[in-house]
């Protein structure tokens, strides 16, 4: 999308939403190369969504990754999420397209009404204090930060990155203890505070962590969409009746912090 495409707007951080969100329906409608991206998207979704989706998509996630007993195939949905050449199950593929379709309808279209009502009380009116020609604090397109609020993207990074982790998998059991730090951070304080010594202490969850084979990969995808994501939806909940507006107009002369 260009210039061209998106008006200006004095309240641009609701824009903002909107185009973010719109940028990962248009990746769900075309679909997911691998299991890990559809965990990444539901992270991003979270964060952008500003913690709006419903408890029960993550039961419903989470349920997806376990899988079909007896057989390596992908239940019907996560397929459904997956481009034919990533899928395990044979499904087709107009029927595949309308399940992301609806599933953009469902999950998307109401989290995006419930996010930008809790947003549009705080977005800022900006008004132009250095000349018409001076519009970037107007323009959603030049904006970084998800809906205008720095500590939102700073929660992200932490997001992605512990993600990541997870899913490639941790080196050893003392490492689990560095990778606590980033959780905390990441999950902004939601996780139960037994949840890192359960890490720590329980040896399946230990090998599940750390182990390379294809089956504890897996499991790690299983475990990051149980635990991981559902906690991220929490701490972005908390989070943003705290984080505070600021357009990139700004950034270089202000200090920020993770509120």
């Keep these: 999308m260009t210039n061209d495409d998106v008006l200006e707007s004095h309240r641009p951080a609701l824009k903002k939403l909107a185009l973010d969100i719109q940028g990962l329906r248009e990746e769900l409608l075309t679909g997911f ?25 993550y039961h419903e996630l989470a349920r997806q990754f376990r899988g079909v007993p007896s057989s390596g195939d992908e239940r019907a949905l996560l397929s459904a999420l997956l481009t034919p050449a990533a899928r395990s199950r044979e ?82 059991r003392s490492t689990i203890l560095e990778w606590g730090d980033d959780l905390e951070l990441a999950t902004h304080g939601e996780l139960d505070d037994d949840f890192l010594e359960r890490c720590y202490r329980e040896p399946s969850t230990v090998t599940m962590l750390t182990s390379s084979s294809d089956d504890q990969k897996r499991a790690r995808e ?25 357009p990139d107009a700004e950034k270089a002369t202000k200090e920020v912090h993770l509120a």
């Design 33 to 57: 190369g691998s299991r890990r991206e559809v965990l990444e998207w539901s992270q991003r979704l979270t964060v952008r969504t500003l913690g709006e989706i419903r408890t029960s998509w």
């Design 222 to 246: 299983l475990f990051a969409a149980t635990y991981l994501v559902p906690a991220y939806n929490a701490g972005v909940r908390d989070l943003t009746g705290r984080a505070k507006e600021l």
């Design 91 to 172: 499904l087709d593929p107009e029927t595949a397209d309308a399940l992301r379709e609806r599933l953009a309808a469902v999950l998307l279209g109401p989290s995006e009404h419930r996010a930008f009502r809790r947003l549009r009380k705080d977005a800022t009116e900006y008004v132009d204090e250095r000349g018409a020609g001076d519009t970037s604090g107007h323009d959603p397109l030049k904006q970084r930060y998800i809906a205008m609020r720095p500590a939102l993207d700073e929660l992200d990074a932490y997001q992605g990155r512990v993600l990541a982790q997870c899913v490639d998998g941790l080196e050893d």
